[in-house]
């Protein structure tokens, strides 16, 4: 069997509706014959540094995931962004519960970045096969989403961590009559279909 670990995060100051938390239950039900030897596990993080250090480790300790897969809410974007890399930057800007690490660096003397262990291109042409605009990025921000590619991408460099940690940045979407009305690009369905395709990528990519 291989063992996905899905992970989303909830509201924050400035979003107070994730689309990713939606997002990630959906792929926990997804039923595809491609994906009958694969356990999918997840998991949605409080905007919170200290829950993403307390739940992570728990998390990989305790499903042992084959892939990790991300994702996370880009408001400003209007597009699929499959991140490449994780920043060791930090911003100012408190998480959830108002706390901040106060430093510039995740980690003090590392290097500027890290890239995350995961077939990006073939997560990329997924995306596109969903019919949607998506593009890698090099840069996914100094806040929690690129804070928990970090730790990702850490424990994926550690014997018997996740052989891959792909992260996906996600725009908002609309809701109720705003979807029906067609008023932003993406509705949850598409953000669903996309996923969906992507999780099949990374599930090939793990089996490998």
């Known amino acids: 069997m291989t063992t996905i670990l899905i992970t989303g995060f909830g509201p924050f100051p400035g979003a107070p509706y994730n689309p990713t938390e939606r997002l990630v239950r959906a792929l926990g039900s997804v039923r595809r014959p491609a994906l009958r030897d694969v356990t999918i596990v997840t998991h949605v993080f409080p905007v919170s540094y200290a829950a993403v250090d307390r739940d992570l480790p728990a998390l990989l300790a305790k499903h042992k995931p084959d892939a990790v897969l991300m994702f996370g809410l880009a408001a400003r974007t209007r597009h699929i962004r499959i991140e490449t890399r994780a920043r060791n930057a930090l911003a100012l800007m408190p998480d959830a519960t108002s706390a901040s690490l106060r430093r510039s660096q995740i980690v003090r003397g590392a290097p500027a970045a890290l890239p995350l262990p995961a077939p990006v291109r073939h997560l990329l042409a997924a995306a596109r096969q969903a019919r949607l605009p998506a593009a890698l990025s090099p840069d996914a921000g100094r806040y929690l989403c690129n804070y928990l590619c970090w730790r990702a991408a850490e ?13 996906v940045h996600v725009p908002l979407t609309a809701r109720g009559a705003q979807a029906r009305r067609g008023g932003r690009r993406f509705a949850a369905h598409d953000l669903a279909r996309a996923g969906t395709r992507i999780l099949l990528a990374l599930a090939a990519a793990a089996r490998r």
């Open 155 to 167: 424990a994926a460099g550690k014997p018997g961590g996740p052989r891959a940690a792909a992260f």
